[in-house]
């Protein structure tokens, strides 16, 4: 069945990096990108950026700009969110979630139909 | 950047009853491209409406959306005991994307 298996969770100090994988199966990859949303404890859903599985292109909230990388690789289905220069409000669950349709022809935003289960980032000293 | 304000912030309601949710944009959505995702305590979110209107595959017609421009709404006939969650609304008219605040549903 189609499904997005996210990475476990993660600890780290401020200042580091944490990278987060997103394997997506039951589906042609390329045809698809991805949006990545997290949601601090308590709060509500915060969108991030997405990627093209299918070129690469990336279009990041503003927020996120100079921060945040959005990778792909196609031979494993897998992709990818980087986020560097860790805060203690960077502390929540970080999912990935399918939203771009690049089938046959250029890539158009779409809702997010399938999500990942979740990858819960610590931040702390 | 297009801000989604959803409200009320939360409704409390009984089994049965309905429940009618908004979400109002600061400028007009092209194409009634509007999502409505429920969210569950623990769980990731799952969509239930797309196009403003259109129910997601499996997703019961007591849930049903309307509205377009700047006005949106979601609306639950009768509250099954399973419907109480969270629900969040989402524009995509726009290649930087933006969720509401969120709706909390919960039992009276």
């Known amino acids: 069945q189609v499904q997005l298996v996210q990475s476990g969770a993660e600890m780290k100090k401020p200042g580091a990096s944490v990278k987060v994988s997103c394997k997506a199966s039951g589906y042609t990859f390329i045809d698809y990108g991805f949006s990545w949303v997290r949601q601090a404890p308590g709060q509500g859903l915060e969108w991030m950026g997405w990627?093209?599985?299918?070129?690469?292109?990336?279009n990041y909230a503003q927020k996120f700009q100079g921060r945040v990388t959005m990778t792909t690789d196609t031979s494993t289905s897998t992709a990818y969110m980087e986020l560097r220069s860790l805060r203690s409000d960077d502390t929540a669950v970080y999912y990935c979630?399918?939203?771009?349709?690049?089938?046959?022809?250029?890539?158009?935003?779409?809702?997010?139909?399938?999500w990942g289960q979740g990858t819960m980032v610590t931040v702390s000293s | 950047e297009i801000v989604l304000t959803q409200s009320p912030g939360t409704l409390s309601l009984s089994p049965g009853e309905r429940a009618t949710l908004s979400c109002r944009a600061s400028q007009s959505v092209s194409s009634n491209s509007l999502a409505w995702y429920q969210q569950k305590p623990g769980q990731a979110p799952s969509l239930l409406i797309s196009g403003a209107s259109s129910r997601a595959t499996g997703i019961p017609d007591r849930f049903s959306g309307s509205g377009s421009g700047t006005d949106f709404t979601l609306t639950i006939s009768r509250l099954e005991p399973e419907d109480f969650a969270v629900y969040y609304c989402q524009q995509y008219s726009s290649a930087l994307l933006t969720f509401g605040g969120g709706t909390k549903v919960e039992i009276k």
């Open positions: 979630a399918r939203g771009l349709n690049c089938s046959g022809g250029p890539c158009y935003v779409r809702p997010f139909d399938i």
């Open positions: 990627i093209s599985a299918h070129n690469g292109d990336t």
